[in-house]
């Protein structure tokens, strides 16, 4: 098969489409023939050598898929060879196959393309993960998404809308403010020009900047209020005033999905598609696709991805 290499660590150019060993099923595996693989900031760091990879995982990028199953390990049940799926990956995923465990793939929901599928897995279990199971939002609580152009935050905006949240979000200007309204938020905050703690206060935030917002994000939380920090596109490092978070009682809480053992990523993976699926089946949630490429033009997609013009998905298609 073919697949993206990273050949070493460094821009998209070292990206390189090229032949190869196939993947084959380990036990409680399935083997997916790949029809589309979304891209994720992950795979940027990944990249760039900044996300060590969790033991035994694929060394190509890519942590969701769309296809067909191509082959059943032994113990899987529930999965038939042909099956239209979706996955949820430790990577692999900008690859013609990929192996993964069978808790980790969902049914294609009704009404979403094979190639809108690929877009699913990881923004739904990274939200649905971080809002309900780990931060707990409740019906009319303060929710500030920031990031509400990207993948995850088009996800976000628009499940803890389903949940009954008030939804806020930050976003890089007014087109991505007026999409970010269609999708259900409340109020759309452009970063460029105005500042979110002023807004405030928020009951949860989902952050994926990092870096310098540390602190203005503390200040925005209401008592008793959820910090999680799942990305950091600012920085790595930041310096906080501890009084706020024992005057308010807040928690502050990093998260990755990536590292999660399987056994974990399952219980997400069923959880998604109980209570995120039907979300998606009745219209509550859309997939939000920027474009397609070709995944041999891996390179260009990631060019697109670190520009930050997009809005919502890019994703990469076999064939």
């Known amino acids: 098969m073919k697949a993206v290499v990273i050949k070493e660590f460094g821009g998209p150019e070292m990206l390189e489409w090229t032949e190869v060993d196939d993947p084959a099923p380990a036990a409680g595996e399935v083997v997916i023939d790949v029809s589309a693989s979304a891209l994720n900031r992950a795979d940027v760091m990944q990249r760039y050598g900044l996300y060590p990879l969790p033991p035994g995982t694929s060394p190509y990028p890519g942590l969701e898929v769309s296809g067909r199953i191509g082959a059943v390990g032994d113990g899987v049940t529930g999965w038939e060879v042909g099956q239209e799926v979706c996955a949820l990956l430790t990577g692999g995923g900008y690859a013609q196959k990929v192996a993964v465990p069978a808790g980790q793939v969902l049914t294609v929901p009704r009404g979403v393309s094979l190639t809108e599928a690929a877009a699913l897995p990881e923004a739904t279990a990274t939200v649905w993960s971080n809002l309900v199971l ?16 990207g993948g995850i935050g088009t996800t976000a905006v628009q499940i803890g809308k389903a949940l009954g949240a008030r939804v806020v979000t930050t976003v890089g200007g007014p087109e991505k403010a007026a999409l970010a309204r269609e999708l259900g938020a409340d109020q759309a905050i452009d970063y460029r020009t105005e500042d979110f703690a002023e807004h405030g206060p928020y009951d949860v935030i989902l952050d994926v900047i990092g870096g310098a917002y540390l602190d203005r994000n503390v200040r925005s939380l209401a008592a008793d209020g959820r910090l999680i920090v799942i990305g950091l596109q600012d920085g790595l490092e930041a310096s906080l005033n501890l009084t706020e978070l024992l005057y308010k009682r807040l928690s502050v809480i990093g998260t990755t999905l990536r590292s999660r053992s399987k056994e974990q990523k399952a219980e997400i993976i069923a959880d998604v598609q109980k209570h995120v699926w039907p979300m998606i089946e009745n219209g509550a949630v859309k997939v939000v696709v920027d474009r397609t490429l070709p995944m041999s033009e891996a390179a260009e997609a990631h060019r ?3 520009a930050g013009g997009h809005t919502g998905k890019i994703i990469l298609v076999n064939g």
């Open 134 to 149: 780990t931060a707990g939002l409740q019906a009319g609580e303060a929710l500030l998404v920031h990031g509400g152009g």
């Open 304 to 306: 697109l991805m670190e």
